[in-house]
């Protein structure tokens, strides 16, 4: 399977960046996550920004929760919902510093 499989059929209609980002972002396991930098580095292509663009523009179609700055953080306006996904799905996440832990949550895509 190549990352341009991993494109959600209802979403044909963003651009082809879009849809690879949202594709990896719906293969993350449950209890897992990505930064922004780490999917950037999967496809080749693009970079942090790039992807924390396509996010935040359209994220809400994919499990938003599992994808985080390099320090394991989200914006702070988003941190309470995450918080409620992370506990659901066993993702280690300090809750007084607001923050994945890294070291045993990045998913490397494999």
Known sequence: MTT??????ADTG???FARRV????GTIPEGRVMTYGDIAEYLEEGGPRQVGAVMSRHGDAVPWWRVVNAGGE???HLRGEASLHYDQEGTPYDKSRERVNLRL???DGR
């Open 74 to 76: 989200l914006p702070s």
């Open 14 to 16: 963003l651009p082809p």
């Open 105 to 107: 949550a990045r998913w």
């Open 22 to 25: 949202l594709g990896v972002v």
């Open 4 to 9: 341009r499989d991993l494109v959600p059929e």
